[in-house]
């Protein structure tokens, strides 16, 4: 008569990062059947950051709506800023899908002025 | 005088709210077990919305119910007619109405149970709705001081007919003569079953068409159809034309029951005639309140 020999072991594996604050860049893109949807969002945002974002709702076949961080806007005109993101957004989303995007701005100003 | 039924005789006085936060999951779980289909939301004591199965349906499991709710519902007065409630209803493409009573929510009008309700006032046989579907929309013309005419057909020796072939025959024709009546009728104009072999047509009087012409019309599409059995059709038309100069008075209920009235006379001195139609006029100002 044998005896077998059983052994169980776990393998432990973490790794950390840094809790982004809010968790979410300068752009979020909503699919029409996210399983978040823009109001849920909103709120999450509301309470992390209070009034740091900007939920536009936009008339798209896929997209429902945008979340923007309200300083973009400060740049560039929420209609062209829009425009812009479901433009390029729309190339890359579905309905199901939630995407965060990161949104540089550079406003190049050159002015002549007389001596 | 006809009894026009109104959103307080068939709205839900017993209803759920439900809040803002909660998932969608929960309250399609929660429609399931109370058999409701629609109910108002709430967000910290506030009316914000409300939601149907249907949106629940179209919505992502996960979301809140926020995020699947309609927002600014539509709030309907208690005593508002049916008729008028489905019109709303078309109008806006929405699910459900909430209902207002003595200044505050006092229930909820899903669409299906208006529809139900509705589904009694249309005549089995034939499809066509009852007679108080004319009540209803001569009554709102008249309220909102348009002119009106009424057509009322009867199809001629109907009896005969039914005694003649049997009733199954006698349905048929009825079955017919109503398609045809459906069929040519103008769109902005209102036709209903009145009652046995019995039609009534309302009809706007901005049309192009008036209520001679169109008698003359249908009567004449009837009388060149091939009905079952080979059997030779025609109706008799009476009608009232409103042409009138001076504002009316108060009760267009009874206005209606006049010229419902006179039209029907008008299409049994037809038949009396052997004429197809017999034009009814007002004889006074008086006569017609």
């Known amino acids: ?115 | 005088m006809i009894n026009i039924k109104r959103v307080a005789n068939i709205y839900h006085k017993e209803f759920y709210a439900v809040d803002v936060l909660d998932g969608v999951s929960k309250i399609k779980s929660f429609f399931l077990e109370t058999e409701n289909s629609c109910c108002p939301v709430m967000d910290d004591g506030k009316l914000v919305g409300v939601i149907t199965y249907k949106d629940l349906l179209r919505t992502h499991p996960n979301r809140i119910v926020a995020d699947a709710m309609r927002c600014e519902p539509v709030t309907v007065p208690a005593e508002m007619p049916l008729w008028q409630a489905k019109e709303l209803f078309e109008e806006t493409g929405l699910d459900v109405f909430l209902v207002e009573e003595e200044g505050r929510i006092s229930g909820i009008l899903p669409r299906n149970l208006l529809e139900i309700q509705l589904g009694s006032h249309i005549d089995l046989l034939t499809g066509l709705y009852k007679s108080d579907y004319i009540y209803y929309h001569g009554v709102r013309l008249l309220e909102n001081e348009q002119e009106i005419s009424i057509v009322f057909f009867d199809i001629n020796k109907f009896g005969v007919i039914d005694k003649t072939y049997g009733h199954t025959v006698g349905d048929i024709i009825l079955r017919e003569v109503s398609k045809l009546l459906k069929e040519n009728t103008p769109s902005e104009a209102f036709l209903c079953r009145f009652g046995g072999d019995e039609f009534a047509v309302l009809l706007p009087t901005h049309l192009d068409e008036g209520a001679a012409a169109l008698a003359y019309r249908l009567a004449d599409t009837i009388s060149q159809h091939s009905f079952v059995s080979g059997i030779k059709v025609s109706i008799s038309a009476g009608a009232i034309e409103g042409r009138r100069h001076e504002k009316r008075a108060d009760d267009p209920w009874n206005t209606m029951d006049q010229l419902i009235n006179i039209a029907s006379l008008g299409s049994t001195e037809a038949k009396k005639s052997n004429a197809t139609l017999f034009m009814a006029e007002i004889q006074a100002a008086s006569e017609i309140a």
Not at chain 1, 87 to 111: F, L, R, Y
């Open chain 1, 1 to 115: 008569m044998s005896i077998m020999k059983e052994s169980k072991k776990a393998e432990i594996q973490m790794h950390l990062t840094e809790f982004e604050m809010p968790p979410m860049q300068d752009v979020v893109i909503v699919g029409r059947n996210a399983p978040i949807g823009p109001e849920a969002l909103k709120r999450m945002v509301d309470v992390l950051s209070p009034n740091q974002y900007k939920i536009i709702k936009v008339d798209h076949p896929v997209i429902e709506a945008i979340v923007v961080r309200n300083a973009l806007m400060n740049m560039i005109p929420e209609g062209k800023l829009s425009e812009f993101i479901l433009e390029e957004g729309g190339k890359i989303v579905d309905e199901s899908t939630i995407i965060k995007a990161h949104v540089n701005i550079t406003v190049h100003v050159s002015k002549s002025i007389d001596l």
